[in-house]
């Protein structure tokens, strides 16, 4: 027997317990709360390294980073010290009334200092808030309020593209471009609008390359320039690579053309670093990765390695000096600079500094995982396996000589995600693409043991198929 029943017996009173008063009063985000109730949710208690443990005391390899923010890994002491020091000392401050407070100063110091310059510009200031969404939330304020100063306030336009995510607040789900976000809520509020994105393996022509397609795609962002009017549009905001659209890496054509379009329209480019920095493509930026230079760049999630909430804005000084001279901006939140937030995110960027964690993605586990990961394309079921830096997908196709998908119905992808979960590996489902984002601090031999556990998700995943007579005609 090797039913899941059987590896997994019933769950412990304890955890019933909290699963029951769970469905009673917790709103979980992006959840169908009937099916979750029906379930019961998996209770996590502890976690060190890559594993997290379950309240039924199972072992589950983290391949997402908790949500692709653990960079540094779990049990880290020295964050969890960092927090309590600043707690004892000065627990918080606001930085509203003329005031400030060390760990933001000395953060603010530090990100800009890590942050090359982009023609010759430097990112001279930072923009604290406490996630990702409020840091897009303000990007729109932002970018606003730089063209008034500007003198071209009909300059409001913000363009994004489709299967984007920047965050789940009215302006940020809106600059986001998830269908099923936007039909709840009349979203995008007006002002932003959207191309597509540069996938292509949903949008190349036939033979065409790569390299031609990326620049055919960047070249969308043209048209919809010329469409809404030149005079128009205010920013393009842009994930380096797609995350929670389903790690969607562009071809290397894509970003330098998309970066003289911009050059050429003078319009601010935003770099929505939320996933992208602080090691996971290899680089502290992403726009390093891409030889792009962004006006504005988002960060969040790994900034202190998700141990405790913090977001903001990298401003590069083209924009900040205007922002500056033009007078109070009338934005901020409470816990802009937070003392506590910022201590664990110096804490944080001094570890990753430490060991070396975005050179060693960008020049040993990085390549590495690339190469492990390719070896999965042959699987029968994997189409095509695909990796940047410390970001991966594979995608699920019923037939891999076409790559002709399964019918959306079967919900494949959901069948591989709750195998990899009693296998013993996080990995998440976006449709039929299977993805991960590990910690970087994982070893060559952390890889191997992902790579082996996503291996037997697959099988077991490509068992069910063929009992249930699924797989392609002629393959067995
Ligand atoms: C997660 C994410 C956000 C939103 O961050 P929150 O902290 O969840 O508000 C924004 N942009 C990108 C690219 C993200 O991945």
Request: glycine letters at 6%.
């Given at each position: 027997m090797n039913a899941?029943?059987?590896?997994?017996?019933?769950?412990?009173?304890?955890?019933?317990?909290?699963?029951?008063?769970?469905?009673?009063?917790?709103l979980h985000p992006f959840t169908d709360h009937?099916?979750?109730?029906a379930k019961g949710a998996?209770?996590?208690?502890?976690?060190?390294?890559?594993?997290?443990?379950?309240s039924e005391g199972h072992r589950i390899l983290d391949g997402m980073s908790g949500l692709w923010c653990v960079n540094a890994g779990y049990g880290r002491r020295e964050l969890a010290e960092a927090a309590y020091r600043q707690m004892l000392e000065l627990p918080f401050y606001n930085a509203f009334f003329q005031t400030t407070t060390e760990p933001a100063v000395r953060l603010a110091q530090?990100?800009?200092?890590?942050a090359?310059?982009?023609?010759?510009?430097?990112?001279?200031?930072?923009?604290?808030?406490?996630?990702?969404?409020?840091?897009?939330?303000?990007?729109?304020?932002?970018?606003?309020?730089?063209?008034?100063?500007?003198?071209q306030p009909q300059r409001k336009v913000i363009i994004s593209r489709w299967n984007a995510y920047h965050g789940s607040t009215v302006a940020a789900a809106s600059l986001g471009g998830m269908a099923g976000m936007h039909a709840q809520g009349d979203l995008p509020i007006p002002g932003i609008v959207h191309i597509e994105q540069p996938y292509y393996w949903q949008h190349r022509r036939s033979d065409e390359t790569p390299a031609a397609f990326g620049l055919r795609a960047a070249r969308w962002l043209e048209e919809k320039i010329l469409e809404v009017g030149p005079e128009r549009v205010a920013a393009f905001i842009a994930e380096p690579v797609q995350g929670a659209g389903g790690v969607i890496i562009p071809p290397e054509t894509y970003w330098p053309e998309v970066q003289r379009i911009v050059d050429k329209y003078g319009i601010l480019l935003i770099s929505d670093e939320v996933i992208c920095a602080f090691g996971r493509l290899g680089h502290w930026f992403a726009y390093e990765r891409?030889?792009?230079?962004?006006?504005?760049?988002?960060?969040?999630?790994?900034?202190t390695s998700g141990y405790i909430p913090l977001g903001g804005v990298l401003v590069n000084e083209r924009v900040a000096r205007v922002l500056i001279e033009g007078g109070e901006f009338t934005h901020g939140y409470t816990y802009s600079g937070h003392p506590v937030a910022c201590a664990v995110a110096l804490a944080n960027l001094d570890l990753m500094a430490r060991e070396h964690l975005p050179e060693r993605v960008r020049h040993d586990t990085g390549p590495y995982l690339a190469q492990r990961f390719a070896e999965l394309t042959d699987h029968p079921l994997v189409g095509v396996a695909e990796t940047c830096g410390f970001v991966a997908g594979l995608i699920l196709v019923r037939d891999k000589a076409t790559l002709a998908p399964f019918p959306e119905e079967w919900a494949v992808g959901m069948t591989c995600r709750a195998h990899c979960f009693d296998t013993g590996v996080v990995m998440r489902a976006v449709?039929?693409?299977?993805?991960?984002?590990?910690?970087l601090v994982m070893t060559r031999a952390d890889i191997d043991d992902m790579i082996a556990l996503i291996r037997r998700a697959l099988d077991a995943t490509w068992a069910d198929l063929r009992q249930q007579g699924k797989t392609a005609p002629g393959v067995s």
């Open positions: 899941p029943a059987d590896r997994f017996p019933s769950p412990s009173a304890h955890t019933r317990a909290l699963q029951a008063l769970d469905s009673a009063h917790f009937q099916a979750l109730a998996r209770v996590i208690t502890r976690a060190e390294g890559i594993y997290v443990w379950d530090r990100l800009t200092a890590l090359p310059p982009v023609n010759g510009r430097r990112f001279s200031h930072v923009f604290f808030t406490s996630s990702g969404s409020e840091a897009n939330d303000t990007n729109v304020r932002l970018v606003r309020r730089y063209w008034d100063l500007m003198g891409f030889g792009t230079q962004p006006d504005l760049v988002t960060f969040a999630k790994a900034v449709g039929d693409r299977m993805i991960i984002a590990p910690p």
